[in-house]
């Protein structure tokens, strides 16, 4: 099991009581797909998350499992809803931005597959 540690910031109030594992390692893809978040609530009490990213190609497989732009459009309401009220910041506004810039980025890749017939398969 891989820790990830890219969230953490030193000193931060959150971040460095969250832990990241990497449950699986690469698929045919080259990346992973499931993932533990742990963190421990108020109370002490352990509460964690498993994430399941889409493993394999959909007219193989289906859909079984979350995609980057599902997670990215999560992260965009948060930060849009933060924009939208008493935390707005420059610093969320950026990350906003940049977000919103991924997602275009994947969107527009999807695109290009679908155009290409290759969407939901292993072909370039």
Request: aromatic fraction near 4%; charge should be negative.
């Amino acid at each position: 099991m891989r820790k990830l540690t890219d969230h953490i910031v030193t000193g931060d109030s959150a971040n460095h009581q969250v832990s990241i594992a990497v449950l699986d390692g690469p698929g045919q893809g080259g990346a992973c797909h499931e993932y533990r978040v742990a963190w421990a609530d108020l109370t002490g009490a352990p509460r964690e998350v498993d994430i399941h990213f889409q493993n394999g190609p959909i007219k193989e497989y289906g859909v079984n499992g979350l995609t980057h732009e599902a997670l990215l459009a999560i992260v965009i309401d948060r930060l849009r809803s933060f924009q939208a009220g008493p935390y707005a910041c420059e610093a969320n506004d950026v990350a906003l931005v940049n977000i919103q810039t991924a997602l275009i980025s994947l969107q527009l890749r999807t695109r290009e597959r679908i155009a290409r017939g290759v969407e939901g398969t292993h072909q370039k």
